[in-house]
């Protein structure tokens, strides 16, 4: 479908679950998510009939994301499903990786054409510090399992954030020498749960600074691309808010509580629950049309109108 503004939407993001077994301080709060209802959340039959609804009416690339989507039970069953979606011809998924030991195989053999891997440190106490819990031995464990299960184009995904890990640019970013993987720096997005304030922000800039030999490539639409000399993948800068990509978003969201989200940092929602196949095309329908031309200006001060964690929206 195309919006009013022209753009073609062919890209779902549909978060499986609110809940994760970490608590990045930027994303979650401490305590977790306050559990919604069982009954408000889509069912698996639900989320299905959602990804054929967007699929007939022209999504191609699905991303199931989360919370963190390799808790959920039925994970591979559901990207099983997904993947043999008439229409859809790119599976993806992102994932902290924690628990991709066990389920890298699963999730390949299931039809998952791409992953993307967050780590935004290679220290096991800032891990720890910045996930409040989690092993970075873990994380480590499920990229190397991603790459045995014969995953390419992985992705991983670190957010820049200052006083933490600008210091850790250079060894982040050589990650992509001793693996074949890109690596996506993204700039700290002021959600409502996010611990850091306007001081953590650092602009996408500071990595080509701290990355004097990186070489500009092609970009890949929300990213600028470049690449260290002998590199195996590339580098890609993700700045939503020193260079916003709204003129050329081509997606749309879905949350685990069946809330289409036509723009990630707008309130506006529409509901999927309850809804059957035409319900759903119709409704979604709606939410294209109505997605706005741009978001409203976003920087470390001004914070997301989203209304919801990043956990209850899906990354
Ligand atoms: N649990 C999975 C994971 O860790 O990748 C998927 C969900 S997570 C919400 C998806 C992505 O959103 C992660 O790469 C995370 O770093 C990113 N993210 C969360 N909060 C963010 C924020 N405030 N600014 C920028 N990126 C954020």
Redesign the pocket.
């Known amino acids: 479908m195309v919006d009013n503004y022209g753009r073609s939407i062919t890209y779902l993001r549909l978060s499986v679950t609110e809940l994760?077994n970490l608590r990045?301080r930027?994303?979650m709060p401490e305590d977790g998510v306050c559990k919604k209802r069982h009954e408000e959340m889509l069912t698996q039959e639900e989320m299905l009939t959602a990804i054929r609804a967007a699929a007939s009416l022209g999504i191609r690339k699905l991303r199931v994301?989360?919370?963190?989507?390799l808790v959920k039970p039925n994970i591979v069953e559901l990207c099983r499903e997904a993947a043999a979606t008439p229409g859809i011809e790119e599976l993806c998924l992102?994932?902290?990786g924690t628990l991709l030991p066990k389920l890298a195989g699963p999730l390949k053999a299931a039809g998952v054409h791409r992953l993307?891997i967050?780590l935004d440190t290679l220290e096991p106490d800032k891990y720890r510090y910045i996930t409040r819990r989690g092993e970075l031995a873990q994380a480590i464990a499920g990229i190397e399992a991603a790459l045995d299960a014969g995953f390419d184009k992985i992705k991983l995904?670190t957010?820049l954030i200052g006083g933490f890990n600008d210091d850790e640019i250079p060894a982040l970013a050589d990650l992509t020498r001793r693996w074949p993987v890109d690596l996506r720096f993204?700039e700290?997005?002021p959600?409502v749960d996010?611990e850091f304030g306007p001081q953590a922000f650092l602009p996408c800039a500071a990595v080509l600074e701290a990355l004097p030999e990186a070489e500009p490539t092609a970009d890949d639409g929300v990213a600028r691309l470049y690449r260290l000399p002998g590199a195996l993948g590339s580098i890609g800068l993700i700045s939503p808010l020193s260079q916003h990509f709204c003129g050329s978003c081509n997606r749309i969201r879905v949350t685990a509580d069946g809330k289409i989200k036509p723009c990630l940092h707008a309130a506006a929602e529409y509901s999927l629950k309850g809804l059957d196949p035409e319900g759903m095309r119709a409704v979604m329908r709606d939410a294209i049309r109505n997605k706005p031309a741009a978001h409203l200006p976003l920087s470390a001060r001004e914070p997301s109108r989203a209304g919801r964690s990043?956990?209850e929206i899906?990354?």
Do not use: A, D, R
């Not at 994301?65 to 989507?69: K, R």
């Open positions: 994760c990045c930027y994303c994301t989360g919370g963190e989507p992102t994932t902290n993307n967050s995904n957010v993204i700290l997005m959600m996010g990043m956990n899906g990354g």
